[in-house]
């Protein structure tokens, strides 16, 4: 799970929402005393501290504190009392939930360990300063601040040089980028880091000389590290090479005080554990569990080293090898790899038969935690969880193959539960919608997967044999389609399904909501959950799409929120004001949508980039469009001007900023806003360019053999069939050229692009990262070239959506990436299914994008 999808599950069951929104907080924390004068302000989560007339710089050395919860309550009285003496400003953790959040194992390392923040306003308070706390806490322990520097021989001050008031620049994406002003006077980034870093031309007045190092860095004196596997904040891991014997190893690290997971433990304690739990279950059953070769403590770190398992974790394995829920793949490949499937699942069971033999449970049978070696066997790693039988479970676990409560208290084996949730992965990862709403679902996945070749029994039992067991009957206003009604009359299915997706979106708007108007996914916190992409934008767009009404108080909102925050957000089609331009002119709101398209151009990062996604090709698109309904010579002067930078002068720039293949960031989706384009203005230079750019995203493809064309990502490992990044989106844009050029080359690739789109299966229903994305492009496809096949695929591929949808009682609703909260937006969550539901059933008229009829 990525860190800041981390922090939003705490607060909320169905919706992701900042930490501080959480109704149960534990112990709130505050100085036991405080001074007339001072006043306390909560903020996120953390409780500001200041005087009446605080002396606060822009920037400097911010001090740190950390401490242990045993200790807290001394820390912070003596922090507040050396800052209320001092008359500096600080802030702490507010309460215990925030601190042990910061702590845990699957929080930002960046942050972690930092209790106090203090800001002292120039080098001579903050060496004052950390004098005073080094000696009144010399004895005190806490988590080393990876961001820092520790000071003196005291184990909880830090320091670190940077930004007391916040300055950040918008990015095209919507994030912001932290600033801080170097020794040179110049804006650079504020790094928040796990590591010390100082921005150029700033030096650190505190650091004692260090002493120069020569040779490689051995660990325990014999292991050298050669490649890191992953950080995390409880503590890395990593591959090495014993200096001793030349063999190649595996390391674990425990960061002290740290990794906690709420039942009073942290890594060191788990790590010493797991390898108690090793050496035991080697001794009993050797090959069981990686070989233990050694246990040391380096610095404030321990560190467990084990025998390295050469092999392919699990999830990758499936991904790589999978083709269930594909349409026109050979019989003989589905059987094949069912075989495979069966193969691994017999060596789980042995290999778990023999561990509960020994008196043991592995306690997290999880992708994540099982590795595929080439000749299909299989080999557990990461025994962190392990417990003897005599004891309880560990508390940790993977969502999907740990057993929700109520089997839990029924008594449902933690390794029992692993499998069946093993066995479902390999099938298809799907396990939450099972887990919340069973009811029917089970069913739905079996349309799906045996669209060639039945499902082995004994496989399908286990991977459904705890499912909708103890889970209660979900009921709402709208039902799931059953298979039978989705192969019977697809289209009226098809209908109820978008009716009741409607109904749970407009059911999940809160106009007087605190946070957000729709519930948005991770991204739109990281962005903001205004855009077409992440937030009410693209919510709206596809209610307005689907002829759904929407309510004044919704559009309202919208508008106000637009007013207060267009001025701070990035100029684009996906993330930024182009976008927003683009809906309020679907709305009918001319004048705004003409204010927000001004102020698009105008920003300073307008022509950064040839991006479609959020670059100048969106917002070229978005004048063309709005040309196109309102007149104004002004804004098709602007689309061709870009245009013609795009196939002129610029042409080698726009290939070589290219990212990831696709709508996004490739260059199929300048190539797209050059077909519109050219389509538009008649003019042919724009279409040779667009043929120019399609030419060399297809140059970019991989020959995937009977899975046609390929693209992948950055580590060219995995292949990306979606329609933000990969198969999907290329499809798309080649569909429009082709149609429009007749171009060989774009004609003869575009089926063997479409291959990899024919999926009713993935991990995401969402349009840019899932199935609801191949719908769409395989609806645009029929209708641009006329082929009824097509779209009868199309269809098929659209029903598969079904087994996505949640019921409630106010509708439908789909959990976004990662199965683990419900979210609205356009990329990821109900309104792109509503809108690729409505491409499939009326046609062209439903828009993904900017798409203005030819002039």
């Avoid at 398992?309 to 790589?320: D, I, N």
């Avoid at 959950?529 to 909102?557: F, K, S």
């Avoid at 191949?774 to 098929?796: C, I």
């Amino acid at each position: 799970m990525a860190v800041l999808d981390f922090w939003l599950t705490l607060a909320d069951r169905e919706f992701y929402v900042p930490l501080e929104r959480a109704p149960e907080v534990g112990e709130r924390y505050r100085p036991g005393e405080v001074p007339d004068g001072w006043r306390g302000t909560a903020d996120g989560v953390w409780m500001h501290w200041q005087p009446a007339e605080p002396v606060i710089a822009e920037q400097g050395w911010k001090v740190h504190v950390s401490t242990v919860l045993p200790r807290l309550q001394f820390t912070l009285d003596t922090v507040a009392r050396i800052c209320f003496e001092e008359g500096l400003a600080f802030k702490h953790l507010a309460n215990r939930l925030f601190f042990e959040t910061m702590h845990h194992k699957h929080a930002a390392r960046s942050q972690a360990g930092k209790f106090c923040a203090i800001y002292p306003p120039d080098a001579d308070s903050a060496r004052r300063l950390l004098d005073r706390l080094s000696v009144e806490l010399k004895d005190e322990v806490g988590p080393y601040v990876l961001s820092d520097r520790r000071y003196g021989d005291t184990g909880v001050v830090y320091y670190r040089y940077g930004a007391y008031l916040t300055r950040t620049l918008t990015q095209l994406d919507g994030t912001r980028l932290h600033l801080i002003r170097d020794g040179h006077g110049n804006d650079v980034p504020d790094v928040r880091s796990a590591q010390f870093v100082l921005p150029a031309g700033i030096e650190d007045p505190f650091a004692l000389p260090a002493e120069p190092h020569t040779g490689p860095i051995l660990l325990g004196g014999r292991f050298e590290i050669n490649k890191v596997i992953r950080h995390s904040n409880g503590g890395g891991t990593y591959r090495a090479v014993d200096a001793e014997t030349g063999r190649t190893v595996f390391i674990k690290e425990a960061r002290a005080h740290n990794g906690l997971i709420g039942d009073d433990t942290d890594s060191r304690d788990r790590l010493r554990k797991e390898y108690a739990m090793l050496q035991l279950i080697h001794e009993r059953a050797p090959g069981l569990c990686p070989e233990p070769v050694d246990y040391f403590t380096e610095w404030e770190h321990d560190f467990l080293v084990a025998e390295f398992v050469e092999g392919t974790g699990f999830l990758q394995w499936v991904a790589g090898n999978t083709v269930m829920g594909r349409l026109g793949v050979e019989a003989e490949r589905h059987s094949a790899y069912l075989a495979k499937v069966e193969q691994l699942m017999a060596g789980l069971r042995e290999k778990i038969d023999r561990l509960h033999a020994i008196g043991m449970r592995f306690g997290d049978l999880s992708h994540g935690n099982v590795v595929v070696l080439e000749d299909l066997t299989v080999r557990l790693i990461d025994f962190e969880t392990s417990t003897l039988f005599t004891e309880p479970p560990s508390p940790l676990g993977t969502p999907g193959y740990t057993p929700p409560r109520p089997l839990r208290e029924a008594g449902v084996d933690n390794d029992e539960y692993g499998l069946s949730g093993l066995a479902l992965c390999a099938l298809f990862p799907l396990s939450q919608p099972l887990e919340r709403d069973p009811r029917g679902r089970a069913e739905l996945y079996l349309r799906d997967l045996e669209q060639q070749v039945p499902v082995p029994e004994a496989l399908w039992r286990t991977a459904t044999r705890y499912h909708g067991t103890a889970t209660p009957d979900v009921t709402g206003s709208h039902e799931l389609p059953t298979a039978a009604e989705l192969d019977e009359d697809p289209q009226r299915a098809l209908a109820a399904l978008r009716d009741g997706i409607a109904a749970g979106l407009l059911a999940m708007a809160r106009p007087d909501g605190q946070d957000w108007l729709f519930p948005p996914s991770p991204r739109g916190y990281a962005a903001n959950t205004h855009c077409l992409e992440h937030g009410t934008a693209g919510v709206l767009h596809a209610l307005h799409q689907a002829q759904v009404p929407i309510p004044d108080e919704v559009l309202d909102r919208f508008r106000r929120d637009v007013r207060a925050n267009a001025g701070a957000m990035p100029p684009g089609l996906q993330a930024g004001t182009a976008g927003l331009a683009w809906v309020m002119a679907e709305l009918g709101l001319a004048e705004e949508a003409e204010q927000l398209l001004h102020t698009s151009l105008q920003h300073p990062l307008a022509l950064n980039s040839a991006h479609l996604g959020n670059g100048a090709a969106g917002i070229g698109l978005v004048h063309l469009d709005l040309h196109a309904r309102y007149g104004g010579d002004q804004r098709l002067v602007t689309a061709t001007k870009l245009g013609d930078t795009f196939v002129g002068q610029h042409r080698d720039v726009v290939r070589s900023d290219a990212g990831i293949a696709g709508l996004a960031t490739g260059l199929a989706g300048t190539a797209l806003f050059l077909t519109a384009l050219g389509e538009y203005t008649g003019e042919r230079r724009y279409l040779d360019g667009a043929v120019d750019l399609m030419h060399a995203e297809l140059d970019r493809a991989v020959d995937g053999g009977a899975d046609g064309l390929l693209f992948r990502d950055d580590s060219g490992i995995r292949n990306l069939p979606y329609l933000s990044v990969g198969s999907a989106g290329v499809a798309l844009a080649l569909t429009r050229l082709a149609a429009v050029t007749g171009d060989e080359r774009c004609t003869a690739a575009l089926p063997r692009v479409l291959t990899m789109c024919r999926l009713t299966c993935a991990a995401e229903p969402g349009l840019y990262l899932g199935v609801a994305g191949w719908a769409y492009a395989l609806a645009e496809h029929a209708h641009r070239t006329g082929d009824a096949a097509e779209q009868q695929v199309a269809v098929r591929i659209a029903t598969g959506l079904a087994k996505y949808a949640v019921r409630h009682p106010s509708g439908l609703r789909v959990l976004a990436g990662g199965q683990e909260r419900y979210t609205a937006d356009l990329a990821s969550g109900s309104a792109g299914v509503l809108l690729a539901l409505t491409r499939v059933l009326d046609g062209p008229g439903a828009l993904l994008l900017p798409a203005p009829a030819p002039h």
